[in-house]
Structure formats: C-alpha cells, structure tokens
C-alpha cells in the first residue's frame, strides 16, 4: 500500500518536467492563467451587457406595442383607446 507503481512515479516525472523544464515556465503558465482569468471576467460583463441591452429592447418594444394598441383603429376608422 505505501510503494507507488511505476506509472504513478512516470506521471510525477512528467508532471515536474512540465512545469520546471525551462526557464521561466511557470510565470509563463501563471501569466497565462491571469489572461484566461481575465478574458472569462470580461466575457461575463459583455454577456451581462448583451442581457440589459436586450431586456432594454424589449420593454421599448412591449411599450410601443402598448402605445400602438392604445391607437389602433376599428374596421369603421374610428379611433379606440383608453380616455384619458
């Protein structure tokens, strides 16, 4: 229970050649990290923008269908609507 296989000690090697194989490997991979960070954040805020844009159409929509409602005409021409 307490050796490891040969594929457990195959994986550790590869894992630590990977990160301290070259210099300067690990700021790399950070450096990256931040980027994917940051690129998520702003895909967020774009996607929460994209959301209010279009909440903000539709209700600009759903009031002039309103408003058009309020206007519209019977078969006769006359105007209907609320009296206000």
Same mark, same amino acid.
């Given at each position: !229970?307490?050796? %490891?296989? =040969?594929?457990?000690?195959? =994986?550790?090697?590869?894992?630590?050649?990977?990160? %301290?194989?070259?210099?300067? +490997? =690990? #700021?790399?991979? !950070?450096? &990256? !990290? @931040? +980027?994917? =960070?940051?690129? %998520? +954040?702003?895909g967020?805020?774009? &996607? *929460?923008?994209? *959301?209010?844009?279009?909440?903000?159409? +539709?209700?600009?929509?759903?009031?002039?269908?309103? @408003? *058009? @409602?309020?206007? #519209?005409?019977? @078969? #006769?021409?006359?105007?209907?609507g609320?009296?206000?």
């Open positions: !229970m307490g050796a %490891f296989s =040969i594929w457990h000690w195959l =994986i550790v090697l590869v894992v630590v050649l990977l990160l %301290f194989g070259g210099s300067g +490997k =690990i #700021s790399q991979l !950070m450096g &990256d !990290m @931040a +980027k994917g =960070i940051r690129s %998520f +954040k702003k967020l805020t774009e &996607d *929460d923008e994209a *959301d209010s844009a279009k909440g903000e159409e +539709k209700k600009a929509l759903e009031n002039k269908r309103q @408003a *058009d @409602a309020g206007q #519209s005409t019977t @078969a #006769s021409g006359e105007k209907t609320t009296q206000g």
